[in-house]
C-alpha cells in the first residue's frame, strides 16, 4: 500500500519541483568542483604542459617540445636527493606506525571522556603553523638546545651531538608532525575491535606474538595502511620542516623544488620535478592499497 502510495506521489509530482530535486546534488556540488578545477586541475596541467617545455632566459619556451627536464632529473644529484626524499618519508612512517599502534592501542582501552582528552593531546599541535612547530625542534635539538644541555650536565656526552641539519631531525619534525594521521584510523579501528577475538586465540593456544601477528595486526591492517599512506605522502611534499631541520645539508625534493622555481626560476624543471614527485608518490599509494587488499584476502581466506 505505502509503495502505491509513494508511486502516486512521484507521479503527481509536477516537473519543475521533480528537475530540482534531480539537479539539486550537482547544484551543491558545482562551487566545489569548480574551485578544485581552477586551484587545483588547472594548475596541475599547465605543470603538466611547462615540464616539456624549455627553460629560456623569459620563462617558459613555449614554442619548442623537450623531454631534457626529464633527462636532466636522471642525474645523479637529483636522484640522490629524490632517493633521499623517499628514505626519510618511509622511514618517518615506519617510526611513526611503531609509536602509534601501542599508544592507539592504550587509547582505545580507556573511557570515552579519557579518549577524548588523550585524542586533543595529540590533535592539538595539529592546530599550530608547522614552521612554528620546526622552529621550536630547532631550539630543542640544537647544539645548545634542551637535549645537548641536558646530556651534557648528566656527563653522557663531551661534545654536543648534530640533531639538526641532517635527516634525524627531519625525521623527528616530521614524527611529530605527522603523528595524528596514523593514530586517529589506528585509534578508531581498535576501539571497535572484539576483544573476544583475542581471548578466543589465546584459549586456542596463541602466543601474545601469535595473536598480535594473526588475528590484530590482519584486522587493523586497513586503517594502518591508510594512516602510514597519509603520513608516507605528507612526508614527501613536505617543505617547511626539511628547510628548517635539515637545511642545505639535507635537501629534499619539496627545498630543491623551492630553489629551482624561486630561486633559479627554471619552472619548467620545477614542473618536471613536481610531476616526478608525484608519479612516485601515487605509484606508493598504489602499493599500499594493494597491500591492504592482500591482507584482507588473507584474512578471509584463513
Known amino acids: 500500500m505505502s509503495s502505491r502510495t509513494t508511486d502516486a506521489a512521484a507521479v503527481e509530482m509536477p516537473a519543475p519541483r521533480r528537475a530540482v530535486e534531480r539537479y539539486l546534488p550537482v547544484l551543491f556540488v558545482a562551487p566545489l568542483a569548480l574551485v578544485m578545477l581552477a586551484m587545483f586541475v588547472w594548475p596541475l596541467l599547465e605543470s603538466v604542459v611547462n615540464s616539456f617545455h624549455?627553460?629560456?632566459?623569459g620563462g617558459v619556451g613555449r614554442s619548442e617540445w623537450t623531454l631534457a627536464n626529464y633527462a636532466k632529473?636522471?642525474?645523479?644529484?637529483?636522484?640522490g636527493v629524490l632517493w633521499r626524499t623517499f628514505r626519510i618519508s618511509a622511514i618517518t612512517a615506519l617510526v611513526t606506525a611503531v609509536l602509534a599502534f601501542p599508544m592507539a592501542w592504550y587509547i582505545s582501552e580507556l573511557r570515552p571522556r579519557a579518549q577524548t582528552y588523550w585524542l586533543l593531546l595529540f590533535v592539538t599541535p595539529w592546530m599550530v603553523?608547522?614552521?612554528?612547530?620546526?622552529?621550536?625542534?630547532?631550539?630543542?635539538?640544537g647544539v645548545n638546545g634542551m637535549i645537548n644541555r641536558a646530556l651534557r650536565e648528566l656527563a653522557l656526552i663531551e661534545s654536543p651531538m648534530r640533531l639538526t641539519f641532517n635527516e634525524l631531525g627531519i625525521v623527528i619534525g616530521l614524527v611529530h608532525?605527522?603523528?595524528?594521521f596514523v593514530l586517529l584510523p589506528l585509534w578508531a579501528a581498535l576501539a571497535n575491535f572484539d576483544r573476544t577475538?583475542?581471548?578466543?586465540?589465546?584459549?586456542?593456544?596463541?602466543?601474545?606474538?601469535?595473536?598480535?601477528?594473526?588475528?590484530?595486526l590482519p584486522l587493523t591492517l586497513p586503517a594502518l595502511m591508510a594512516?602510514?599512506?597519509?603520513?608516507?605522502?605528507?612526508?614527501?611534499t613536505a617543505f617547511a620542516t626539511p628547510a628548517l631541520l635539515g637545511g642545505s645539508r639535507?635537501?629534499?625534493?619539496?627545498?630543491?623544488?623551492?630553489?629551482?622555481?624561486?630561486?633559479?626560476?627554471?619552472?619548467?624543471?620545477?614542473?618536471?620535478?613536481?610531476m616526478l614527485?608525484?608519479?612516485?608518490?601515487?605509484?606508493?599509494?598504489?602499493?599500499?592499497?594493494?597491500?591492504?587488499?592482500?591482507?584482507?584476502r588473507k584474512v578471509v581466506s584463513s
Not at 632529473?73 to 636522484?79: E, I, Q, R
Not at 608532525?177 to 595524528?180: K, T
Not at 629534499?252 to 614542473?271: H, R, T
Request: aromatic residues 12%; neutral net charge.
Open 73 to 79: 632529473l636522471v642525474d645523479t644529484y637529483y636522484l
Open 277 to 296: 614527485l608525484l608519479i612516485i608518490t601515487l605509484a606508493c599509494i598504489v602499493a599500499g592499497q594493494q597491500v591492504t587488499v592482500s591482507g584482507r
Open 227 to 236: 594512516g602510514m599512506i597519509i603520513n608516507f605522502t605528507m612526508n614527501m
Open 250 to 274: 639535507a635537501r629534499v625534493m619539496s627545498y630543491l623544488a623551492y630553489e629551482v622555481n624561486l630561486v633559479d626560476l627554471n619552472w619548467p624543471l620545477g614542473a618536471a620535478m613536481a
Open 54 to 57: 624549455p627553460h629560456t632566459p
Open 197 to 216: 577475538l583475542i581471548w578466543a586465540a589465546s584459549n586456542l593456544g596463541a602466543t601474545s606474538w601469535q595473536v598480535f601477528t594473526r588475528v590484530v
Open 129 to 141: 603553523n608547522v614552521a612554528v612547530k620546526a622552529f621550536g625542534w630547532s631550539l630543542i635539538l
Open 177 to 180: 608532525g605527522h603523528f595524528m
